[in-house]
């Protein structure tokens, strides 16, 4: 079946590091991925997403790049800001038998936690 | 603002009570969602609504019922709470994948 696998957290980082969290999925057929964000005491908001193989999603300066190859989707920015912190969610829609959208699958969730 | 309104944002139950926890979209959407968000097990899907009159269980809907009251609602009911219970619960409304939108959420614990 189709799942949804992200490293495992809680990540820590100082201000202006580089972030990169890994997001790998199985899937038959050609899904489309996402990644969300949850800040504190909020629910899920979509950063970013890819519809097919080599396609680059970005929002606020977090890109990811569907890598077919690889089955991968991984999170990245040059420079985080405390204001990053929050929990990253990848999440993979395929389509079901007859075309029909599927739900959303998500992975675990990763946190990061900026420091200044 | 349109979007996912979740009522109530806290709940404490005592083993056995029942409760209904309320989910309304303003945003004209056909699908409606409830998941539980759990540390370490991410979200999972409870129960889901593709359209108005339809219901359908998702990957751990024991314990829980559904109610699609119009397009607008979708209810939430623990008939006899469990301390497994204890979580926080998120409803959600799409049209498309990328469309999720979500509430802020029920945190409910179960003594």
């Known amino acids: 079946g189709n799942s949804v696998t992200q490293m495992e957290g809680p990540v820590t980082l100082s201000e202006e590091a580089f972030l990169t969290i890994n997001c790998t999925y199985t899937a038959t057929g050609y899904p489309s991925l996402f990644w969300y964000v949850q800040y504190p005491g909020e629910g899920l908001q979509l950063l970013l997403k890819a519809t097919k193989a080599d396609d680059k999603g970005s929002n606020k300066g977090f890109e990811a790049t569907y890598r077919k190859e690889t089955t991968s989707f991984h999170l990245e920015k040059g420079s985080v800001q405390v204001s990053d912190s929050a929990v990253y969610f990848c999440a993979l829609g395929a389509l079901n038998y007859g075309g029909s959208q599927g739900n959303l699958i998500f992975g675990k969730g990763t946190k990061l936690s900026v420091k200044p | 603002n349109a979007g996912v309104t979740q009522t109530p944002k806290f709940q404490v139950l005592k083993t056995g009570q029942s409760m209904t926890l309320q989910c309304a979209q303003d945003m004209n959407h056909n699908s409606m969602y409830w998941y539980r968000q759990d540390p370490g097990m991410g979200l999972r899907l409870i129960y889901y609504?593709?359209?108005?009159?339809?219901?359908d269980k998702g990957e751990v809907p024991n314990g829980y019922n559904v109610s699609r009251l119009n397009k607008r609602e979708f209810s939430l009911r623990l008939e006899s709470a469990a301390p497994s219970q204890t979580s926080v619960y998120f409803c959600a409304s799409s049209v498309l994948w990328d469309g999720y939108t979500f509430g802020s959420g029920t945190r409910l614990t179960v003594v």
């Open positions: 609504s593709a359209s108005e009159g339809t219901t």
